[in-house]
């Protein structure tokens, strides 16, 4: 069984910087494509960043250059660095993984079979 579990959310000021985290466990998760997602209240989840297990990295425009996606294979483990931080930020992060994902697909929530339960960030004005 395959688990997604976050951790590193909270509270920041605005220009702050907040790094998540997300243990993946099960399965050979060291092989997973992991990914980061983003929701508000009342709007979709949206895709943040993605990481292949072979290290490739892949940004959504609205946080380029802010944010760093990485992942510590011996640990089973991807971050997010998030740097210069906007109230516009404030989201629940959610992290995603699937064994085998599609470049063109990223973006998109079903490419993704595992879930984590998602880290409250909030940055203050």
């Known amino acids: 069984q395959v688990q997604l579990v976050e951790s590193g959310g909270g509270l920041v000021q605005a220009g702050g910087s907040l790094r998540v985290s997300c243990a993946a466990s099960?399965?050979?998760?060291?092989?997973?494509?992991m990914a980061w997602f983003r929701q508000v209240p009342g709007k979709e989840r949206e895709f943040v960043a993605a990481?292949?297990?072979?290290?490739?990295?892949y940004y959504a425009d609205s946080i380029q250059g802010r944010f760093t996606i990485s992942r510590d294979n011996a640990r089973n483990t991807a971050y997010l660095q998030m740097n210069s931080l906007k109230p516009e930020d404030t989201a629940v992060y959610y992290c995603?993984?699937?064994?085998?994902?599609?470049?063109?697909?990223?973006?998109?929530?079903?490419?993704?079979?595992?879930w984590g339960q998602g880290t409250q960030v909030t940055v203050s004005s």
């Open positions: 995603a993984a699937d064994e085998r994902l599609i470049l063109s697909s990223i973006k998109s929530r079903a490419a993704y079979h595992y």
């Open positions: 099960g399965g050979t998760s060291s092989r997973f494509d």
């Open positions: 990481v292949f297990s072979g290290g490739y990295t």
